[in-house]
């Protein structure tokens, strides 16, 4: 543990040297500080926010912890009392001075600190052009507090790293003696703070509480890193009678806090920003510096805000903090400021306690680490038990003060924070915890459900601004809202890491992938509107002479606005002259505010005729439904329930706001081993079936009327769609074709010469003679043989070929498959793939019971918003370059993504790569043109600019990425590369390359300490248990009872997930349900996927945005089971139902509304499954248990986290 | 004793049959030196009301290389109850249904009045007749409209249990279910891809359960055999006419410059499959209604492209008809096809311009079909036409046959060389088979799927009695021909015609010889022996074979008819003139080839005239019988005063009379003939004018009207030669040193 918080500490300390520097400064020169504390101030403020809202004012802690821990190790490293008084002088010193004082100390400390943290200052610019977004963001600041304040999670990963350190650490041992007693103490504070967060807060007050403790436990940490617990001790004692003083020791974190405080006065805020910033950020800085003061200005803001909200008294006591932090200047006075007061404060307010808790949490924090032996124990093992928790939230909050809300400036922060995050595994945990021993408690390894809670809190309430290059958005599981300005918002694109390395050397160092996952036409919420279509006139979209990059905000006019300098290539463009505008003094065009292209993200043009096919304006697109009608798809009642809901369907095409009445024509479509087209032209008095049986040579039988308009033939629609079941109700056939019915369609499109989708409706494996027949090839024996992967790979190339034609059409194919046995989901699905389609499948489907998804799935496939003979390409600076590309899509090129169809729950996953260098200065930029036709088939041109920073330091690197991305990165990648490799393989390489990633930043941002710490950048620190998620999901480690064909499904849905869906695909979300407040609209707080955790009297949804499991504990409450299932006893539950009873009571209706509002959230209905606890459908269900073993190999959360622990350390040594 | 002349007439009217000799010469060398071989036109299906159906079946030979029928001609002892095969002499013994012969006591096959008998074979299912209408949809509203109420009137004419199917195509083929509630149904089909039957099976569901077939058995012999494609009329009838009446225009665009894409190929291809799998070697009719020529896929006779017109004599001459070869093939295999199983192939072309005939004929050609041409199916001549084909005689069943096959027996000293004339070789070698092949040879048996009462072959023979191996004084060879075949009624019926000619040496009884020659029976017999040749050879060389095998009056003509002569038709009208001249019986074929022209005057009651430009005169109202035309022509008086309408006038009743004189003449002619003529009423100078002076003989010309008397006739305004010149020339070839 301890050693763990050392390298963590060393990390921070690096950072906090550069900080503390800061800190002197701003402490002293009140401008300097305060612009370079601005920043922290924001974070801190920020990191406050977060604290109260997570009851992370670990957070702040962090931030403060970042600094107490780097003072904490300067001052113990130098020596504890020096700390302390150090942090004293600061704290008791009027700012300034002692301040100068004290960040002499620190810095001297940072020296000391510094050789070890070398890597971490270079962290640390980065976390300074974090810093200078944060700059760009003062007009922002205010939210960016706020977002600080949920930036709480990310702390929390901070923490969470923290944690992991405590956990390595054998000091931990130490500090959970310490914690030990902080526990006691916390219980109390966890009183206090149980309404936000008990375990967290617990920490954090205990900490805070407990400064001592935590002091020592910081100390321990130090110690243990230092090799002095013993003056980590000493420091702590020091702590404990002047708590600030205390905390001063902790320092570090103090510091910071009473920055944080300060940030009503921004030098303190500053400094720790400036701390991190310095290096970096002093060069990034000239922006940095003018967005400090609007975060000193903000700081104060949200200072006020954070503790207006907590309490003025807090405000007030902000200023006692000022007055501390000085002192604090070590950052951990400020907590034992805060502590001391804190206690106070957080009782009377939970809000502000935490932030005051965040300071005091930060000496938690630090606690943990210092006291890795005991926060470790947390951390690792205790992180998540109650200590833990306390430890990560402590962490974490103080991580997220740093990172958090600093993250992109902070980077530093999270660097070295991530640094401390380290979780001790194993080895620590028995010396750091001795409860834990032998085994991690997985209370304290990085929680998901914390994670995911503190962001919400620290970034939920605020509204997400793109205008700053590099900030990582807010999580996908947080509910937020974009503003968009000049960056496309993450809802279209999210990139696993928002600081790219400038060069290829380090990119492969980290091994961190470089992708942006990219949803084209994401839908957006109603309050964040619709694109702006610009249309440039006859010409066209001004694009770049060169490399044909549109026009956007990155486009410098130059000469006077006569032309203009391409930002990707650096090609100078002329201006055409209906284009020109003046510019103003800044160098902008005057009417840079009137053009969306000039200053949005995100925007459409409207596309000239040189973008359309030959030349020629494209016609109204065209919707075919193809209905299987064999005998199995008549008997299970598919047929009948097609037909009867496409008569009401049809009223609801996809439509252009303006028209009144959809433009798309549609076309029917059943078979069986032969085709039957049906001409519903309006002027008939009955449809006429024309069958097709020459299937080995497809065409379309007849032209006019086949393709009308719903409105003109409704009559006629109606009449066939009524009589379809009864023709072929008695129907014998049991065999069917599938590839001469994609070329039906393909051919029906092609004569009308429009683009198209094609919607089939098929039920069996196609062995009839005709092309594209497949034979049953299912084998089990295969499965973890080297030959798996020919189960990935389609039967026949015909499939393959057959979809380039259909790209080179337009004509998009969505594959509704009702199979009873297999029938090559594999090989079908890859016209979908190719054609930017969609897969679903209803096994075994029953009219009675599978209705309502497939038709919820159905009514969402037919409505949804589409482009039609899209070609997407993605343009980046010079230096990076799209090289990869995930998804559904076609490629004939190596550069455009060509989709028959596109539609807004389709996402292309774009892997990026180096061929040059980029520049810190410039950033990088990329732009995404999708050229599409759209509902009403017009042509247009939707284009997402995104620019992100450009590192290199290593730790901006660690500091900014986004772990669900580079998940759903890794899930799209290995699923693609089980067609090429076995499974076996491609689950080692995913665990090689995560482990080089976590290697990498160990050996390059966090402080060298021993091996047996496993340390975890803050972003990252999700990454083992998602990434264990991946490993033993279904297709690269399925169950014995697993079809090929559902393997085969979900590894092509897993292709153009978005990130959303991704994660809670991996990482399912299990709500209880027993303990609900029906009188609320939020959902219950989500619990981490482990079968300990369920509830023999519980009720959990589960939930995966596939599936939907109702899990009843078997000793469910008499009253709840009446509520919900409106029966006596739990063995009268009927399993197999598929909607709950509809009763009248708050309890039923707000279930119902729950699981109503999460399909909602889905592209895919959800069938309820209701599984009884000890069932037999529990095996099932205990699969989507993912931080459990399961009964295929996969391994449980811990023993994963053991085992890329030791991964690490293998590369390591 | 009759003249010969009785004796032709009479053994035409019994038998159906005319021989160019009705005395044979008795050895290869003498019959060589006849020039005109020893053949015969038969007419299988001679109208006979008087011919009692025989209600069992024939007696055959025992002989397995005979196998002729009993007849008349044979020697029968009654006590032994033996009876002579007259043609191999083999001893058979009566069957024992025979038993109570004698000679007072004969079957009907033996008594001499019965040279021809009709045998109705009372086992075997009775088989529906079958009629698959094969309909082009890409032609203009008013002809499809037309055709429509044509096929829709065609459904109140057939029986009630005749089966019917429809295939429709245009760029696609269709055929139609027939029978569905509700919605419609149709099997679709590319027009570029040919189709084998048993894809065709496959694709239309046709496959029968394999195990229901063999445990049927005989038993249930009435199952009327129908299916989805081919329904009994009763049951559909509604159901079609609407379906007829829904018929569309082919929808597919054509552009500017284009010729619609017509599948005609591919479509009579899957009609022929579709019988072919459902109804093989039972009587069926493909009536296929074209309106242009095909213009994608197998049996392309023309590019879409209008620029590019449909091939001339003029390109086939030059080799310059790129896709006739390939079509030809296309549907001369379909012709062996739908001939192999008894199917009927008609083809009513109605277009201005060619649709690839040619190319098409012999479907029809080869299985009986009927050929109709004409500009439009909005015309008189094809609705007429089209009705004509159901004609039905005095039992109520139509006066068409189905899917017969002729057999031919002869004496030993004749063998049989060939046939011409609507049939395909059954390819049956027998003792009495030439190694000289005539027409379509080599072969005993020949398949004739479709035949009326007016269908007649002509069957060429060969004396191969060796010179020195004199036939004894009094003996007589034979010929018997069995005809086996469908009957409307849905009988399989059996006709057998047994004749009898004597042999005489051509040395001593060469007057008897002579006087046995029938003139006309041997003009058409060498002109469908000249016919076909034109069509398999080069039309020079057949005017010069012609002029060189014999030179008599009917040449004359027949070297400017039509059927030799190409010149001012197309390809498609020769093909469509000679399908029938191939077809028609003697009376029929001489008028095509000698037209028959009426005089109607004040001068006395109508009366024939010379073929001659003289006899055009101004006061003389003429009718002319092409066959193919009635023209009635009015001289220039009549015209005038037609024209001044005193026809109109009480007084003038007597013109009015006359001018209706021909116009009823015409009608009676127009109601009997099939195809129905087009009927032309033309006066002097009038344009239709040209087909009268096209046929003529030219004796007044412009460059010889002066020589000639001033006051009759019209002259003709050509370079051809008179019948004056050409018989001068012939006199003087026929004197000069024979050939």
Redo the contacts between chains.
């Keep these: 543990m301890n050693l763990n918080q050392q390298p963590h500490m060393a990390s921070p300390y690096a950072p906090p040297q550069p900080g503390y520097q800061m800190y002197p400064q701003p402490g002293y020169g009140a401008p300097h500080p305060t612009q370079q504390y601005a920043p922290y101030n924001g974070h801190t403020s920020l990191y406050q926010q977060g604290a109260p809202p997570a009851g992370y004012s670990p957070y702040s802690g962090f931030a403060t912890k970042t600094y107490a821990a780097n003072v904490l190790s300067d001052s113990f490293s130098s020596s504890p009392p020096n700390l302390g008084q150090g942090r004293a002088p600061p704290v008791s010193g009027a700012p300034p001075v002692s301040a100068s004082d004290s960040y002499s100390q620190y810095a001297q400390g940072n020296v000391q600190n510094g050789p070890p943290s070398v890597p971490s200052q270079p962290q640390r610019p980065p976390v300074s052009q974090s810093y200078a977004p944060a700059t760009v963001h003062p007009g922002t600041q205010p939210t960016y507090h706020q977002p600080y304040e949920a930036p709480t999670t990310s702390v929390q990963q901070i923490t969470g790293h923290m944690a992991g350190m405590h956990i390595g650490g054998p000091a931990p041992n130490l500090a959970g003696s310490t914690y030990a007693p902080p526990p006691s103490s916390q219980p109390m504070s966890s009183a206090a703070f149980t309404s936000t967060g008990p375990p967290n807060y617990t920490p954090q007050l205990a900490s805070a509480s407990q400064p001592p403790s935590s002091m020592s436990m910081t100390p321990g940490p130090p110690p243990s890193m230092y090799g002095a617990p013993p003056t980590s001790q000493p420091s702590f004692p020091g702590a404990p009678t002047p708590p600030q003083s205390a905390f001063a020791g902790v320092t570090p974190a103090a510091p910071p806090v009473s920055q944080q405080s300060f940030p009503t006065g921004a030098p303190m805020s500053q400094p720790h920003y400036s701390s991190v910033p310095t290096s970096s950020s002093q060069p990034s800085m000239g922006g940095p510096v003018l967005q400090q003061p609007p975060f000193g200005a903000v700081p104060p803001a949200s200072a006020q805000s954070q503790f207006p909200g907590a309490a003025q008294p807090p405000v007030s006591q902000p200023s006692p903090y000022h007055s501390v932090p000085p002192a604090a200047a070590a950052g951990f006075p400020p907590p034992g400021g805060a502590t001391v007061t804190a206690p106070p404060r957080h009782p009377g307010m939970q809000g502000p306690p935490f932030a005051n808790q965040s300071m005091s949490a930060p000496p938690a924090s630090q606690p943990n680490h210092t006291g890795a032996g005991m926060p470790p124990g947390p951390p690792i093992g205790g992180v998540q038990g109650p200590p833990p928790q306390p430890g990560l939230q402590g962490f974490h909050p103080q991580q997220n003060g740093a990172f958090g809300q600093m993250r992109p400036p902070q980077s530093g922060y999270a660097a070295p924070y991530p640094g401390q995050q380290n979780f001790g595994i194993q080895p620590p945990p028995p010396a750091a915890a001795p409860p834990a021993q032998k085994r991690l408690d997985p209370d304290s390894i990085p929680s998901p459900i914390q994670v995911i809670e503190d962001d919400k809190a620290n970034k939920g309430s605020e509204p997400f601004i793109t205008g700053v290059r590099g900030q990582v958005p807010p999580l996908v599981t947080t509910t937020f809202q974009v503003k968009d300005q000049g960056n496309a918002s993450p809802r279209f694109i999210r990139c696993t890491a928002y600081n790219m390395p400038c060069t290829s050397d380090m990119a492969k160092q980290s091994q961190v992938p470089l992708a942006a996952i990219i949803k084209p036409l994401a839908t957006l919420p109603p309050d964040e509107g619709p694109l702006h279509l610009v249309d440039h006139g006859e010409g066209g979209p001004i694009r770049c002479n060169r490399c044909k990059a549109y026009m956007c905000p990155y486009m410098q006019f130059i000469e006077g606005g006569r032309r203009f300098q391409c930002s990707f290539c650096s090609c100078v463009t002329d201006v055409p002259p209906h284009y020109f505008q003046h510019l103003d003094h800044t160098g902008r065009r005057v009417d840079c505010y009137e053009r969306p292209e000039l200053h949005l993200g995100s925007y459409e043009f409207l596309a000239t005729v040189d973008y359309c096919k030959n030349n020629k304006l494209p016609q109204p697109p065209a919707f075919i439904f193809l209905i299987d009608v064999s005998y199995n798809a008549v008997k299970s009642g598919l047929v009948a329930v097609v037909c009867e809901e496409l008569k009401t369907l049809l009223d609801h095409l996809p439509r252009e706001s303006v028209d009144e009445e959809s433009r798309i024509r549609v076309g029917f479509v059943t078979y069986n081993k ?1 085709l ?3 001409n519903v032209k309006s002027s ?1 008095a ?9 299937v080995s ?1 497809m ?1 379309v ?5 086949f393709l009308v308009s719903v409105g003109e033939s409704r009559v006629v629609i109606n ?2 769609l009524d ?1 379809i079941p ?2 072929f109700a008695d129907t014998r056939e049991t065999e069917t074709v599938f590839g001469p019915v994609v070329q039906a369609g393909l051919e029906a499109l092609k004569a009308a010469d429009c683009a198209g989708k094609l919607f089939i409706f098929h039920s069996s494996l196609p062995i009839a003679e005709a092309p594209g027949k497949l034979k049953n090839r299912e084998d089990k024996k295969l499965v973890g043989t080297d030959k798996e992967k020919s189960l990935f790979q389609p039967q026949v190339s015909f499939y393959g070929n057959l979809a380039k034609e259909c790209v080179a059409q337009g004509c998009c194919v969505d594959i509704f498959l009702f199979p009873n046995q297999f029938v090559d989901v594999t090989t079908l699905s890859v016209v979908a793939c190719s054609t930017g389609g969609s897969v679903y499948k209803y096994s075994h489907f029953q009219a009675q019971t599978d209705r309502d998804r497939f038709l919820n799935d159905l009514r969402r496939d037919v409505q949804k918003p589409m482009g039609f003979d899209a070609v997407m390409r993605v343009r980046t600076s010079t230096g990076i370059r799209a090289t990869d590309f995930f998804g559904s899509f076609y490629m004939s090129n190596t550069t455009d993504v060509e989709l028959a169809g596109l539609d807004s729950d389709k996402t292309v996953t774009v892997e990026f790569r180096h061929d040059d260098k980029l520049s810190e200065d410039t950033g990088a930029f990329m732009q995404c043109a999708v050229l599409y036709t759209s509902c009403s088939g017009q042509r247009r041109l939707r284009v997402h600019n995104l620019s992100v920073s450009c590192c290199t330091q290593l730790a901006d690197l660690y500091r900014n990425c986004e772990t669900d991305a580079v998940i759903s990165y890794f899930a799209k990648h290995a699923y693609r590369t089980v067609l090429s490799s076995p499974t076996k393989n491609v689950r080692d390489v995913l665990v090689n390359q995560c482990a080089q990633i976590l290697a990498c930043y160990r050996k390059n941002c966090a402080s060298p300490s021993s091996a047996g710490q496993l340390i975890l950048p803050e972003c990252m620190k999700l990454l083992p248990v998602y990434l264990n998620c991946v490993l033993k999901s279904d297709v690269l480690q399925p169950s014995a009872e697993l079809s090929l064909d559902d393997r085969a499904y979900l590894r092509q849905l897993v292709s153009c997930m978005d990130v959303a869906e991704s994660h809670v695909f991996f990482y399912p979300r299990l709500l209880p349900l027993q303990k609900l407040d029906v009188e609320g609209d939020a959902l219950p707080v989500a619990m981490r996927d482990s079968e300990e955790r369920l509830s023999r009297a519980g009720l959990y949804l589960l939930e995966n945005g596939l599936n939907l499991f109702l899990w009843v504990g078997s000793a469910i409450p008499q009253d709840l089971l009446h509520n919900v299932f409106g029966t006596a006893s739990f063995s009268q539950i009927d399993p197999n139902m598929t909607s709950l009873p509809v009763l009248d009571n708050p309890f039923s209706k707000r279930i119902r509304e729950i699981i109503e509002s999460i399909r909602a959230q889905r592209s895919r209905y959800m069938k309820l499954m209701v599984v009884k606890q000890d069932d037999r459908l529990e095996i099932l269900f205990k699969r989507f248990l993912v931080e459990d073993k399961n009964s295929s190999g996969g391994a449980s959360y811990v023993d994963f986290l053991c085992h890329m622990h030791k991964e690490i350390r293998q590369l390591l040594s | 004793m009759a003249t010969f002349q009785e004796f032709i007439q009479q053994n035409e009217d019994r038998d159906g049959v005319r021989f160019s000799w009705n005395v044979w010469p008795s050895s290869r060398l003498e019959a060589t030196r006849m020039v005109v071989p020893v053949a015969v036109l038969f007419t299988p299906l001679k109208e006979r009301p008087d011919l009692p159906p025989i209600q069992y079946e024939p007696v055959l030979c025992s002989r397995a290389t005979c196998r002729a029928v009993l007849n008349p001609l044979c020697q029968v002892d009654y006590r032994a109850k033996l009876w002579a095969c007259n043609f191999c002499y083999q001893r058979n013994q009566f069957p024992p249904t025979y038993a109570g012969i004698s000679e007072m006591n004969q079957p009907a096959e033996l008594l001499p009045q019965f040279s021809t008998i009709e045998y109705v074979v009372q086992r075997g299912p009775q088989m529906p007749l079958i009629f698959l209408y094969v309909v082009d949809t890409c032609m203009e509203d008013d002809d499809l409209q037309a055709l429509k109420e044509s096929l829709q009137m065609s459904l109140s004419l057939l029986p009630p249990t005749a089966l019917v199917g429809l295939i429709t195509f245009g760029r ?1 083929i ?1 055929v139609h ?1 027939l029978g569905c509630e ?9 027009g570029t ?1 040919d ?1 084998s039957a048993k ?1 065709l099976q ?4 046709l496959t029968k359960p394999a195990g229901t077939q063999a445990g049927r058995g005989p038993q249930v012999p009435q199952a009327p055999p129908s299916n989805r494609f081919l329904q009994p009329v009763q049951r559909i009838d509604m159901n079609l006419t609407d379906l007829l009446g ?1 018929l569309q225009r082919d ?3 054509v552009t500017q410059g284009k010729r619609p894409l017509r599948s005609l190929g591919v479509a009579l291809s899957i009609a022929v499959g579709l019988l072919e799998c459902t109804f093989p070697n039972t009587g069926a009719r493909i009536m296929t209604f074209i309106g242009g020529p095909a213009t994608q896929g197998p049996g392309m006779v023309v590019g879409d492209e209008l620029k590019s017109p449909i091939r001339s004599w003029h390109d086939i001459e030059k080799d310059n008809a790129k896709f006739m070869k390939k079509a030809t093939k296309h549907y001369e295999a379909l012709a062996n096809r739908a001939s192999a199983n008894g199917h009927i192939i008609d083809i009513y072309a109605c277009a201005l311009d060619q649709t690839g005939l040619l190319e098409m004929k012999c479907c029809a050609n080869h299985t009986g079909g009927y050929m109709v041409m004409a500009d439009s199916f909005n015309t008189s001549l094809f609705k007429q036409t089209f009705q004509r084909v159901f004609n039905k005689d005095v039992q109520g069943s139509f006066k068409m046959a189905f899917a017969g096959t002729l057999e031919i027996k002869t004496s030993r000293e004749l063998k049989v060389s060939g046939a011409i004339g609507p049939c395909v070789s059954l390819n049956a070698k027998g003792p009495c088979v030439s190694e000289n092949e005539i027409g379509t040879g080599g072969t005993c048996q020949w398949k004739i799927c479709g035949l009326d009462q007016n269908s007649t072959l002509a069957l060429y023979f060969e004396v191969v009695n060796q010179h020195n191996a004199p036939i004894p004084q009094g003996g007589r060879g034979a010929v018997q021909f069995v005809t086996q075949y469908q009957h409307s009624s849905g009988q399989r019926r059996i006709r057998v015609t047994t004749i009898a000619r004597n042999w005489a040496d051509a040395q001593t009884q060469i007057q008897s010889i002579a006087a046995s020659f029938d003139q006309e029976a041997s003009a058409i017999l060498m002109a469908r022996l000249a016919v076909y040749r034109a069509e398999t050879e080069e039309g020079p060389d057949v005017l010069r074979w012609l002029d060189r095998q014999l030179i008599r009056l009917f040449m004359f003509h027949l070297r400017r008819s039509p059927f030799l002569q190409v010149f001012n038709n197309s390809p498609d009208e020769s093909s469509y003139y000679r399908h029938h001249f191939m077809r028609q019986d003697l009376t029929q074929s001489l008028i095509m080839i000698q037209p028959i022209l009426y005089a109607y005057s004040f001068n006395g009651p109508p009366e024939p005239v010379l073929l001659d430009s003289s006899s055009i005169l101004p006061d003389r109202i003429l009718l002319m019988d092409t066959f193919f035309q009635i023209l009635i022509y009015h001289g220039e008086t009549v015209a005038q005063w037609r024209k001044a309408g005193y026809q109109e006038m009480p007084e003038y009743e007597n013109f009015r009379h006359l001018l209706q004189a021909p116009v009823d003449d015409a009608q009676e002619i127009l109601h009997s003939r099939f195809p129905m003529p087009r009927y032309i009423d033309t006066e002097h100078g009038g344009s239709q004018a040209r087909f009268l002076l096209s046929k003529v003989n030219p004796s007044q010309t412009h460059n010889n009207m002066y020589a000639w008397g001033q006051e009759s006739g019209a002259p003709i305004l050509t370079d051809d030669v008179s019948l004056q010149v050409f018989m001068d020339h012939l006199k003087k070839l026929a004197v000069s040193s024979a050939a």
């Design positions: 032969v039957h087209f049906y008939l009955q449809p006429q079936m024309m069958v097709v049986s020459d040579e065409f039988p007849l032209l006019d009327g009449s066939l009589q009864e023709i | 696609m269709q279910e509700g919605i419609s149904k149709s099997y679709v089909f590319r891809k189709l894809q496959d694709m239309l569901g829904e929808p597919w665009p």
